[in-house]
């Protein structure tokens, strides 16, 4: 099964950028929708993008316009380029993916995805 290792996290101020790598190994990401989640303390985590397969993507409308999701599957890395980043974007990052031809139903559902990184942090202040 793929296992995921997330980085890129940091501290930036608001209006900063910043970009997420997620590195699989043990498996090719091209047979997964791969996505990114985040989690801020007491918060649900909620789904912020995903790649499908055919690397169309869905976006979460508090990120449209200033996220990018991408996937590099000769790499075997997915990325998440952040822009304009606020505040309320601080939160723990997760990357996640599931594999399989109907893995779009998935969307940005945390319970239908299988596979997961440990996470890595990004703090915006203002």
């Known amino acids: 099964q793929v296992q995921l290792v997330e980085s890129g996290g940091g501290s930036v101020q608001a209006g900063g950028s910043l970009r997420l790598s997620c590195g699989a190994s043990e498996d090719t990401i091209s047979n997964y929708c791969m996505a990114w989640f985040r989690q801020a303390p007491g918060q649900e985590r909620e789904g912020v993008a995903v790649v499908y397969r055919d690397r169309s993507r869905t976006y979460a409308d508090s990120v449209k316009g200033r996220f990018t999701i991408s996937r590099d599957n000769a790499k075997n890395t997915m990325y998440l380029e952040m822009n304009s980043l606020k505040p309320e974007d601080s939160a723990m990052y997760y990357c996640?993916?599931?594999?399989?031809?109907?893995?779009?139903?998935?969307?940005?559902?945390?319970?239908?995805?299988?596979?997961w990184g440990q996470g890595t942090q990004v703090t915006v202040s203002s």
């Open positions: 996640a993916a599931q594999p399989g031809y109907y893995c779009y139903l998935a969307r940005l559902l945390r319970h239908k995805y299988n596979y």
